[in-house]
């Protein structure tokens, strides 16, 4: 059986697994990235083009890894939210509330960016980066501390164990880590549109009593058309019903549940479906191990907080091992651990509550988030608390 040794160990090589990897190497760790599939870069053809919207605090870790600055021309700000309560019935018109980032702050609430663009970003500055490798095909069958035994029968060892390959992971399960999972039974519809009415860096999100239809802006097209990013929320029968339909049927539907906000669809492409499903590990960390990202914990696409808690994750796994003598501290992972369930938890009930709240069909919950949602429009130090809440975890920076 062969047998190779490294300093560090990191499973799974989406954005999450390669900027941990990265911020790693450049803080002198020696480090081995494995990834179950095939490198991105030797693809055919390009996964769905699934776009992300980044918070300051990922903003800030893509920066200092030096990743944004290479993609930042690629990206668009977000500078407006604009939440419409879509449950209005003859009786009632629908409440309708922009937060605009510059209530307070100097900068947008974030930028959106294609997953694939921010990745070949990450591909490219990992090439320029000395002590990472790279190892794909190379999936993790199993796990013992310290240790991982690959598909091909080939044991790889390391100090420490990052696994971030998401919520099918062998890894918790072989650890004793049991992962608490909750399906709230919604699939999200996904694709890009260009419209005639420019998005003016405003994301909508309409509040229907099915899940979200949220718009969120990206570039202009390659035809220079104003173009935004679509994540429509559904039950299942919903979806798979829309989801067979053509694509110019699709895109009537699309129309008119926007009513209007970003004008005529002109062009669509990069249709996609993902579960929605929440979970959370029992514990971010075990002997030599850290949960990351969406092994750890899976948010639904509420809010924007999946991609964005997990370069929490991130951030906080950088500032503690800054540098290799770290490694060695066995009390690092443990506050790992501790500093991040706690944001994940308050986070996952908040989105929880607010799934909630809209999707049930009692009068008078309805009447109180409306209520809530209008008093937002005076009630500041809420309303601001709230927003700051949105942009950046707790316990991080
Ligand atoms: C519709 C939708 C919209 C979203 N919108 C947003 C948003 O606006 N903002 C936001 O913050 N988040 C959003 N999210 C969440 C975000 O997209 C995900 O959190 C993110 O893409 C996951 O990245 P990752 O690196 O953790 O995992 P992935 O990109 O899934 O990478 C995991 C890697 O692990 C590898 N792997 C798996 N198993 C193994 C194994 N056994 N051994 C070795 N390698 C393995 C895989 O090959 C893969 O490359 C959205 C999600 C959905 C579904």
Redesign the pocket.
Known sequence: METSSSELLV???????LSLALGLAQRGHGVKL????PDPRQLKTPPPA?????MPLSLETLTDLGAWPRVAHMSQPLDKLRLIDDQADRWTNPVIEVFSADEITDTPFGSNII?TDLTAALLDLADDTDGLSLHYD????SWKPGEVTLADGVVMTGDLIFD???R???VPAQAGIAIKDHRPNQI?L?CQIEHSIDHDNISTEFQRREGPLTT?PLPRSDRDKPRSAI?WVHRPENAEKLGDLDDDAFQKTLQSALRGVLGEITGMRARGG?K?GTQIAETFHGPQLALV??TAHVLP?LG???????FADVAVLLSLFDHPSKVADPDMLRRYGAKRRSDVISRLTATHFLNQAIQNDRLGLDHARRGALKSLGWLKPVRHGLMRAGMRPFGVG
């Open positions: 499973i799974g090589g989406g954005p999450v697994g494995l990834d179950a599939g699934r776009s992300t919207a980044l997953n190379s999936a993790v069958e971030c390959a998401g099918h992971s062998p999200a996904v969120v994540v993902f929605v990202g969406e696409p924007a907080q999946g991609l964005n808690s997990s």
